[in-house]
């Protein structure tokens, strides 16, 4: 089995029947790991697809097969919750392509917006990074009221709170566009002194090596 296989695209209308069965698979698959998960209603995640913010999987023969969705505060924050794989079809790179294709989605429609995570899932944290995510304090994520709401439905509430919201058993990534914007522009004044500096060296070389040259033939 290969990502070949697999049928990634946003989500729409046509796609809501599949929402419970989604949800359902989310608490499932929070359970076997015993770790905590922010749950969400058939209603919460069927929304998501009507309004162009979710991404889900099919594979070739029409079994679903994977999905995620976006989470939105005032703009400023994004995050890219609530990834899904069918059981059948883990372990085929899914998961990673599903990520790659909410990020994009989430790009596209939020360019400013800082767009973060909060998993204790080692897997999940190795795409993470791949896309360029940073590891950060809770301190740097949205403090909007309503996300930390979502987290009561966690088993690990009770931790969350007793740390008064500042770590829990997540651990917290970010993906500033900003400061990412910044690292490409640090990187390309290098380059370009880089090149400048070798331009220098070679015109000087050059110079050198046309007056040996004059003054040979003198």
């Known amino acids: 089995m290969t990502i070949q296989d697999f049928d990634i695209r946003v989500a729409s209308a046509q796609d809501v029947d599949f929402a419970q069965q989604i949800c359902d698979e989310m608490a499932e698959s929070a359970k076997a790991r015993g770790t905590g998960i922010a749950q969400r209603s058939a209603e919460y995640v069927a929304n998501k697809m009507l309004e162009g913010k ?23 924050f994004v995050a890219n919750s609530g990834l899904i794989v069918n059981p059948n079809f883990r372990k085929s790179g899914l998961a990673k392509a599903i990520k790659e294709r909410i990020f994009k989605l989430s790009r596209t429609k939020y360019p400013d917006a800082k767009i973060f995570g909060l998993t204790t899932g080692l897997a999940v944290m190795k795409i993470n990074s791949d896309l360029g995510y940073e590891p950060v304090t809770y301190s740097e994520l949205t403090q909007d009221e309503k ?47 880089k090149a400048t500096l070798l331009e220098r060296i070679e015109n000087a070389i050059k110079r050198r090596m046309e007056k040996f040259s004059f003054e040979l033939k003198g």
């Open 147 to 193: 996300f930390w709401e979502g987290c009561k439905s966690c088993v690990n509430y009770d931790i969350l709170m007793s740390k008064d919201r500042k770590n829990c058993m997540c651990t917290a990534m970010l993906f500033d566009p900003a400061e990412k914007q910044k690292e490409q522009e640090d990187k390309m004044k290098r380059i370009t002194h």
């Open 54 to 76: 979710a991404v889900i999987a099919f594979h070739k023969d029409g079994t679903w097969a994977g999905f995620c969705y976006i989470e939105t505060w005032s703009g400023e």
